[in-house]
């Protein structure tokens, strides 16, 4: 079993094509674009669910979100996060329990972050959002090219900037990302329908609806039964830079519905079922106060705290707990490089 201790992993980043990868392991990497760990640990924040400039609605919002104590609150929100991962796996980022992860790099934007966590480096060139190619090789690469996972890698993310992050021109892994239209023959009907939709929306965009994503990525699942996802949901940050908390609040708690119906759904395949771990985290934090946590970046206090939530077969039934040091995004490469390699 994992328990996660990074500085003894025996695992080292630099040896993707040795030994140790066990084909039967699966791995789900999932993001939720810029969500906070107030909300993780704490559910609803009820200074800005009061807060007429960024909740229209309080009173229908406090009887989804709301409650008397922070556990009741945290479990309104994301149920599966809270009566599944928290009882069966673990979870990292409590800063008001001593538990610390950040992002390592000095950015906090998301372009800097998801770079961190796929490569497990810091890059400074990497400083913005710009849609350049990232000439940096990820985790999903690394793995694709192993004869263990060749082929059995894919990325599906709600964002538009993911076919720069991960180079999409150079990369050989399956990406489909914003507006990409699935073009793989004999489409099922779900995904025609998914090309439609997204093919419909009238207001022009960055960010596809995570419905969808997560709709195009189950249908990948069923065809292909691909080993290794990288699982990017965008809603919670095209939210939040909107200063619309209620919208916030709803995006979470839906990519936490979708989790939890994926999990469930893969548990019914025999190629998934107690073979598979999901790793689930952000790519950055926001501002830490009521005036300032729609924004985040270099200069924005609580940008670079993050968090963590692991679920799976090796992953031991600790709950909310404290690492044996300070973890970073770019740890997130190792720990799943561990997670494939046990027997």
């Known amino acids: ?35 906070r ?14 807060n007429s400039t960024y909740t229209s609605n309080a009173a229908v919002l406090n009887e989804l979100y709301g409650g008397q104590t922070t556990e009741e609150r945290r479990k309104k929100l994301m149920p599966f996060l809270w009566n599944i991962v928290a009882q069966q796996g673990e979870i990292y980022g409590n800063r008001k329990k001593g538990s610390f992860m950040n992002v390592a790099n000095p950015f906090a934007l998301s372009y800097p972050g998801y770079n961190e966590l796929l490569t497990g480096s810091i890059d400074i060139s990497i400083f913005n959002n710009g849609k350049t190619p990232n000439h940096n090789s990820t985790l999903l690469d690394a793995l694709n090219a192993t004869a263990t996972y060749r082929g059995k890698v894919a990325a599906f993310a709600s964002w538009d900037a993911f076919p720069f992050i991960l180079n999409k021109e150079k990369s050989s892994v399956f990406i489909n990302s914003g507006f990409d239209e699935l073009t793989e023959n004999n489409l099922s009907a779900n995904e025609t329908l998914i090309n439609s939709m997204q093919n419909e929306a009238d207001d ?9 994503t997560y709709l195009a990525c189950r249908e990948y699942i069923q065809k ?7 699982l990017s949901f965008g809603g919670t940050d095209e939210a939040a830079h909107q200063k619309k908390y209620d919208q916030y609040l709803q995006q979470a708690a839906n990519a936490d519905r979708m989790i939890g119906e994926l999990w469930q759904y893969l548990q019914t395949l025999p190629e998934y079922k107690d073979k598979t771990t999901f790793l689930i ?34 992953i031991p039934q600790l709950g909310e707990r404290r690492a044996s040091r300070q973890l970073y995004l770019k740890n997130v490469k190792e720990l799943a490089m561990k997670i494939l390699a046990q027997p």
Not at 41 to 49: I, K
Not at 204 to 212: A, H, I, N
């Open 281 to 314: 985290t952000t790519d950055h934090g926001r501002g830490a106060s009521t005036g300032n946590w729609y924004t985040h970046g270099i200069l924005v206090d609580g940008s670079s705290q993050t968090w963590m939530a692991l679920l799976g077969p090796t």
């Open 37 to 50: 760990w107030q909300e993780i640990f704490g559910g609803a924040d009820s200074a800005l669910l009061n």
């Open 1 to 35: 079993m994992i328990i996660l201790m990074l500085s003894s992993l025996s695992v080292r980043t630099n040896e993707y094509t040795v030994r140790s990868l066990n084909a039967e392991n699966k791995i789900f990497i999932i993001t939720l674009d810029g969500f």
């Open 204 to 212: 022009p965009k960055t960010t596809r609806y995570d419905e969808l």
């Open 224 to 230: 292909k039964k691909p080993s290794v996802v990288f």
